[in-house]
């Protein structure tokens, strides 16, 4: 693969690549993605439509994404022979994707029949119009040559766990085929509409040499209540042609870069990495809706159920809340609207207030089961605590929304049921929570962190931490309701017994440095076995047996998934001195496996923070090229578990920002203190900071900061030095 | 094998059985204990002199109990051809076991080149002198025949953990050979003395045709602060003859039965069950220290490590309060005696107070292992929780004081450390509690029941209770101890701050019956996946996987290993209504796999009070013969797990006498309300009550009761009727 300034290319096609490629060529424009496949391709080849919060569960099947029926099927044969890049002969070969405009294109010359028949497609999902996926496909040859294009909206298509709709109605109107189908467990309608212009779904073209036989196919795709009146919708679509959707579209992602690229100069392969995460980020993220978040595979497929994780607020959410406040404020309504789900859950499970779910689909309730995992040695279901004692979610849930209000100034959300959300999760902790008379505190017992492979563990650090952050979160957040709408807080109160947290923050137990320095990532940790990972790793029998659960290889070992005490670090980084870090850093980093994309960042950012700038670019580059290099596992035995890994995407682009950039901030102060890597020339990014969009250029000779309009007195600190704009 | 009045015979030689009959055959003296195997068997055989209370480590192998030289080894061969039941031509052969006087005895008839050689030989652990071993030994032939008769003190013997122990010297004084050895671990010395009357080590013997050569060999085993002056005290005993010697023993059991026996009539199987369980008991408790318990697999060998568990509390212990309180008063004082062990341990885990050992040795340290089963799929070790988890071991150890002193009516061990032990179990169940301020009660959470298979359960019903029943328990001791001693109450509450266990009883939670009138195991207990035991077993891959542990087929299901609520039932069954009972007899009797020796006698003891007298026949009688038939697993793997069953044996006579007996107590008030199968003519047994023996005789028609002397009016209810003594 070549790695362009703003674009990646593929110059040889290569079968076993077909399923990396699907990913690391991915188009999306939010409302729904497309996997990097070729044209011709079908279901074997994992082409997908991936639609962004429908779901659909078929009988006992794990509930999963919708994807939609391809829009983008055209075969092609010459001379009676199948021009597919799968089985015919392939003289020149180039599959492009673009960042900069979100366009997929490919260009494959076949050797037909003594003819060199040369097939050209471009396609995009439009950034403008949500529902619109366009195509326009080309075909032309070097001698006069008999060409059959066929083209349809496939409706046989890959899934996970079972069929997903039906087709209830197929017919023309007009010029539009009109495809009505409904999904199987909700019967949510789903219309699909196809519009060719320049040929039929099946044409024959006598082509002549060097001619071009071209056409363009728009597609609508609407679901739910965008059906109704989806069909006038569409034709006002068509009613534009190609080169203006085009425009349009392109224009779009011109505003996305204006506000949210980050230059980096001297360093081309940093430079794309960070923009290819800012284009996956960009491509997946609801752009219209705070019906759905992000899925931990983002618009690549059904992997993970198309359900949210924790990922979105942890590591995604940053981007948003720093570069487009629109978009964030999406996401941190998300999880208020899906309260009921986190509420139900904590009823579950004999706990108060909002447990949020560990897979988060459209109604909040938990997509993940208890049985998440199969023991590779006996072929059953392994009981597994991600979905019962990985309570941090709630913790992160509230971080994401408490974060937009303190980055974005904009608090609005507090009376839209956040100030509400915050209270049910802090409900949810305290319930969680038990008193320990003989120590005076309270302590969480019996919960998995971020590290999985150590369950049910007692007072994991990050997890208590965190559950302090609801308790501060929600103080602070009552304050601004008591002081900006006293009415609203006074119902609020009244609805509420608040005095029921009294003394629970200052009594919540969190764990605190040992004598050298180093947190206690759970209760006994130090006790486990001292094991280096390389011996681990020569303990595997079967090559991909899990490493946790309960009897797994790293459960009785300082073995961790992924960083724990260093995401705690990471996450209150302006907490916690140098010291601290380092000891820590030293500490963790030899045990951890990496066994996760969501750890490499954490060890970037304390890294980049505390002076250790080799080791910051080795994990920043890690985390930023996951998705360049797709060298992740593709299969577990035959389950496909590949995809894109937008947690990693927002990942680098907090280990630039908050790590390189040395951003970090508190509820009215903004702190950058740059530290580049000693190649980097120059770090320039943008910082939407209380409504003002500051662009940060940071060299090794100094660091500017700019605002591009005048301010209320923003106070942000430099290098130590304290400026007012 | 047959049965007799009282006794067992094996009247065929059987290889296969080799093993089995090494348990059910065996004889002890509390001192030690010798399995029932031949003389002329080795280490292949399983020969072992187990003793009690001295344990070895060797290496980083499992601690266990030590076997000691064996010294009733004798060889003989006739006309050069080796006399082993293995190997020789066997024309008669029987082995049988006197459980009424503790003798083990055997006859062979060998075809040994043309002669019939008969080998006779009976031996016995002097009951009257612990360290006594006394064989005597006769060959005799139906022709001439030159017979060569070996004997010796074994130093090669059976382990399964590794070596114990190493020879230092090896003499001979006047008559006496001497053996003094020492332990590995501790340097622990042993002395063993061997004195044979009528041969020597090595006998030539031209035998005439119907003449008998006989000899007797007695020996002396001693170990630790016992081998001083121990040749001395040898010789004192080598002084008395064999007849003087076996008269004494005799009439030692004979005492023995006259306080314990259980009379049925009309059901000789069961009978000789109950006799048959009694007499292991009365084999294998220590009669004169208080530095050991019985072990789990009582003196048959090293399974289970010889280490002593809950078994000796809640199974065994109620028959010697019944019967012989100075035995019971040393078990009682064992549990003092380790309460170092049980502080270090509570220590270990973080508790305070005493958290006694799951697997309890001489000093009170764990014997167990975080690792206890090895994972049949991978062969590695699994993490259990047997030793971290499973609490309600310390209740059970207060349980074994505390009911000791309400049956003996004497309370001298508070002052003996009893009421320190108490505390200091009161106070690790209050530092393992929780508390819950939404729900205001105290909860114990993440332990283990009796049940195994469900590891890390939160508010198991019996823990609970039995903490519970701790907190009640030192409440009355503490009482007993103010109207008794003041000064001494005043120093202990000098010394404790008794008032932080204030409400703690009171509001801890204890799981109560649903609307269906079940108590549910622990929380969550209900949503677990309802199956059958046969459709359970259907899914086992790999004959003896274990159930339970991390990912074990039984932990997410109802299948329980054995009784759990109704052991609860079982130790409160005066707190329980019938109807509670027959609702969770009824409920749980089909989960449950009695996959533990321990669980059926629970549900027998509470069939016979709710009036289903054929399901509690079933289950006594299981109880009653699990060490008759021998029918248990005798290896798993390669690792031999065979032994006696003490805690059956205990669960018999608690069947029996709680159960068919009726037999439930106060602290100050018996009652006996006994309900007969109906083909048992009758059930009487001896009650030692507050320091008086009475005896209950109970026919269809009716019940008596009698006291061995001049009461001071104590307090029976026989079926309902009061009666003054």
Same mark, same amino acid.
């Given at each position: 693969m070549q790695i362009g300034t703003w674009n990646i290319e593929e110059n040889t096609f290569l079968k076993d690549k077909v399923e990396q490629n699907g990913s690391r060529f991915l188009i999306g424009n939010g409302y729904m993605g497309y996997r990097g496949?070729?044209?011709? %391709?079908g279901k074997d080849e994992l082409v997908a439509l991936n639609m962004a919060g429908l779901f659909d569960k078929n009988g006992d099947l794990w509930r999963e994404s919708v994807n939609a029926p391809n829009p983008f099927c055209v075969k092609v044969s010459a001379n009676g022979e199948v021009l597919s890049a799968l089985t015919a002969s392939i003289g020149e070969h180039r599959q492009t994707l673009d960042i900069q405009n979100g366009i997929h294109s490919r260009k494959t010359v076949f050797n037909a029949s003594g003819a060199k028949v040369t097939v050209e497609a471009e396609r995009f999902l439009s950034m403008k119009r949500e529902n619109l996926a366009a195509i326009k496909f080309s075909v032309s040859s070097d001698t006069d040559t008999n060409v059959h294009v066929s083209t349809c909206v496939d409706t046989d298509i890959w899934n996970i766990n079972g069929e997903h709709f039906t087709v209830l109605e197929q017919y023309s109107e007009a010029d539009v085929n009109v495809l009505k189908l409904q999904t199987n467990e909700n019967k949510t309608p789903i219309c699909v509409y196809e519009y060719i212009v320049g040929a039929e779904n099946e044409t024959e073209v006598a082509l002549k040499a060097d001619e071009k036989f071209e056409f363009v196919k728009l597609c609508g795709i609407y679901w739910g209540d965008?059906?109704?009146?989806s069909l006038d919708a569409f034709k006002a679509i068509i009613s534009e042609d190609y080169a203006t959707l085009l425009a349009e579209h392109k224009a779009v992602w011109a505003d996305i870069w204006a506000n949210s690229d980050v230059r980096i100069d001297g360093d081309e392969e940093a430079q794309f990495a960070i923009r290819y995460s800012i284009y996956h980020l960009s491509s997946i993220v609801?752009?219209?809706?705070?019906?759905c978040s992000i899925p931990a595979r983002g618009l690549? #497929? =059904?992997?993970?159920?198309g359900a949210a994780f924790w990922d979105t607020e942890m590591f995604m959410m940053p981007f948003f809340s720093f570069t487009d406040t629109t978009l964030c404020k999406n996401l941190a309504k998300y999880r208020i609207n899906t309260i009921e789900g986190a509420k139900r859950k904590a009823k579950e499970f004999g706990f108060e207030g909002a447990f949020y779910a560990?897979?988060?689909q459209e109604s909040g309730d938990? !997509?993940?089961?208890? /049985?998440?995992? @199969?023991?590779? /040695? @006996?072929n059953r279901p392994m009981r597994t605590?991600?979905?019962?004692? =990985?309570?941090h979610i709630s913790a992160d849930a509230v971080y994401g929304l408490w974060e937009y209000c303190t980055v974005s100034?904009? +608090?609005?959300l507090l009376f839209e049921g956040g100030l509400e959300m915050m209270y049910q999760c802090l409900l949810f902790f305290y319930s969680f929570a038990v008193y320990k008379p003989l120590k005076s505190r309270y302590e969480i017992l019996d919960v998995v962190g971020?590290?999985? +492979?150590?369950?049910?563990?007692?007072?994991n650090a990050f997890t208590n931490k965190m559950a302090a952050y609801v308790a501060a979160a929600f103080d602070k957040a009552l304050d601004y309701v008591k002081n900006n709408d006293p009415a609203f807080f006074a119902a609020f109160a009244e609805k509420h017994?608040?005095?029921? %947290?009294?003394?629970f923050v200052d009594k919540l137990y969190i764990p605190q440095p040992n004598e050298n320095g180093i947190i206690e990532q759970f209760d006994g940790y130090f006790r486990l076995e001292d094991i280096s990972l390389a011996a681990l790793k020569e303990?595997?029998?079967?090559?991909?047996?899990?490493?946790?659960?309960?009897?797994?290889? !790293?459960?009785?070992?300082?073995?961790?998934?992924q960083a724990d005490v260093l995401m705690m670090l990471n996450v209150f980084? $302006? =907490?916690?001195?140098d010291e601290i870090k380092k000891a820590n850093w030293a500490y963790y980093e030899p045990y951890?496996?990496? #066994?996760?994309?969501? $750890?490499a960042c954490a060890y970037g950012i304390v890294a980049a923070g505390i002076g250790m700038p080799d080791w910051a670019y080795k994990y920043f580059m890690k985390t930023a090229t996951v998705d360049l290099t797709g060298?992740?596992? =593709? +299969?577990?035995g035959s389950l496909y578990i590949g995809g894109t890994h937008p947690a990693a995407n927002g990942g680098s682009w907090n280990a630039a920002v908050?790590?390189? #950039? #040395?951003v970090s901030y508190t509820d009215d102060a903004l702190d950058v203190s740059p530290k580049l890597p000693a190649h980097w020339d120059k770090l320039s990014f943008k910082l939407l900071w209380k409504g003002v969009r500051l662009t940060v250029c940071a060299t090794h000779n100094g660091t500017t900061i700019t605002a591009d309009k005048p301010t209320n007195g923003i106070c942000v600190t430099v290098n130590k030095e304290k400026y007012i704009f």
């Open positions: 496949t070729l044209e011709e %391709f965008g059906c109704e009146g609801p752009r219209n809706t705070d019906k690549s #497929g =059904q992997v993970y159920k560990w897979e988060s938990d !997509a993940c089961t208890l /049985f998440n995992i @199969t023991d590779v /040695f @006996t605590h991600f979905k019962d004692k =990985q309570i100034g904009d +608090y609005s971020p590290d999985e +492979y150590h369950e049910r563990v007692d007072n017994d608040l005095s029921v %947290f009294d003394g303990r595997i029998i079967i090559p991909n047996e899990y490493l946790g659960g309960g009897n797994g290889l !790293a459960t009785t070992t300082r073995i961790l998934k980084r $302006s =907490q916690y001195s951890t496996e990496h #066994g996760s994309s969501l $750890s060298d992740t596992k =593709q +299969y577990l908050f790590g390189f #950039g #040395g």
